[in-house]
């Protein structure tokens, strides 16, 4: 049920999301007790879609090593609010951008002699070397890491990292993406400072981190893989009834008429829809709650709103519908949501940085 905090949304707003804080800290402190080592929370796309600035304050009291971002302007959005720390880019940037990495103190990841050189041509100090030790994204081969070596003696990065590409599959690769880091980082002229690979699958499955910082993102919102060790919910996702309805045997619902009833059928409709981030897909397929009972989905969802059938549910127009969190026994997680509408639960959180408001508790 939502906080006594999204009252004053509940008044003015069609849909709105609940993040809970306090769980992203807990979640947070989970991770440095199995990791015993500092955090580089990665805070990328708006802290996947939950609000990079609240998230930040809400990590700054456990003292991280800094943070991690995407894009130059993600990190100038960190350094306008105040953040001193060091904030990491760990996707490629381009020569253009280095004028305005090093006015903002930014440390941009490199991954290819010319970009080291470049980097060094603009006046740029503190960098750290991505390694593709098989993701094949970004970053040096590490069978090639030899084509760096003169680049790094000239300008030596404080830092080195890695990307595993399947950490929440135990198929041996992590491992092997391990080793390869390993003696990449031990055929440079000299080893950099901080070395770093684990993002939240692979921190929960290696306990304590042999690396000086791990880089958690999902789990701190809210969202584990199913290991040993679980993140608290963070997200809670609601909307209201806006009309209720019945139909005759024969009468379809939405666009293109994908459902059409069977039976008597009572149906309300729920002031939610795409352009707030609940996905056209979970039409016919998705459920919510209301009153602590599952409404299943039906018709398409349109963008601004999402029927449901209530045949069996008492209810009325503006009660509230739960489309993730929790409701009496009931929960719908992010990644039930994801599960139904065959997209990744990353997918649905950054979905939700769209129409519907975010409410902080
Ligand atoms: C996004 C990202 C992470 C965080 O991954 P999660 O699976 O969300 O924990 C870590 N490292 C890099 C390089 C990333 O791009």
Same mark, same amino acid.
């Given at each position: 049920m939502p906080s006594a905090e999204t009252r004053n949304v509940t008044a003015s707003h069609r849909a709105w999301i609940e993040v809970d804080l306090g769980a992203v800290a807990r979640n947070a402190r989970a991770l440095i007790a199995c990791a015993r080592k500092p955090l580089l929370p990665m805070v990328k796309a708006d802290a996947y879609g939950l609000g990079l600035l609240p998230i930040v304050r809400a990590l700054e009291p456990l003292d991280p090593w800094g943070y991690g971002v995407a894009t130059v302007v993600e990190g100038e959005q960190l350094r306008a609010s105040g953040i001193q720390r060091p904030i990491l880019i760990t996707s490629p940037t381009t020569p253009t951008e280095f004028g305005r990495i090093i006015a903002s103190r930014l440390t941009p990841s490199h991954g290819d002699a010319a970009a080291i050189g470049s980097w060094l041509a603009a006046g740029g100090t503190d960098w750290h070397l991505a390694i593709d030790?098989?993701? +094949? #994204?970004?970053?040096? #081969?590490w069978d090639e890491i030899a084509s760096v070596a003169d680049a790094v003696r000239k300008s030596p990065p404080t830092g080195a990292h890695t990307h595993f +590409?399947? !950490?929440?599959?135990? =198929?041996?690769t992590m491992q092997q993406q391990t080793q390869r880091f390993r003696d990449a980082v031990a055929a440079l002229p000299a080893a950099p400072a901080l070395l770093h690979t684990e993002n939240s699958g692979a921190i929960v499955r290696t306990?304590?981190?042999?690396?000086s910082l791990v880089r958690p993102g999902v789990f701190l919102y809210?969202?584990? !893989?199913?290991?040993?060790l679980q993140p608290e919910p963070v997200v809670q996702f609601f909307a209201q009834i806006v009309d209720i309805h019945d139909l005759n045997v024969g009468d379809s619902v939405s666009y293109d008429a994908t459902w059409t009833a069977t039976k008597s059928t009572r149906v309300a409709t729920l002031s939610v829809g795409y352009a707030d981030?609940? #996905? #056209?897909?979970?039409? =016919?397929?998705g459920s919510v709650l209301i009153g602590g009972r599952r409404a299943k989905i039906v018709g398409t969802v349109t963008m601004d709103m999402t029927m449901v059938d209530v045949t069996d549910i008492p209810c009325a127009r503006g009660d509230l519908a739960t489309m993730i969190g929790k409701d009496g026994n009931e929960q719908i997680t992010a990644e039930d949501v994801a599960t139904a509408c065959g997209l990744s639960p990353y997918e649905i959180l950054t979905g939700l940085n769209a129409r519907a408001p975010r409410v902080y508790r």
């Open positions: 030790t098989g993701m +094949h #994204r970004a970053g040096v #081969r +590409h399947s !950490s929440e599959l135990d =198929n041996g306990s304590p981190s042999p690396w809210g969202v584990g !893989s199913g290991a040993k981030g609940y #996905r #056209r897909s979970l039409g =016919n397929v």
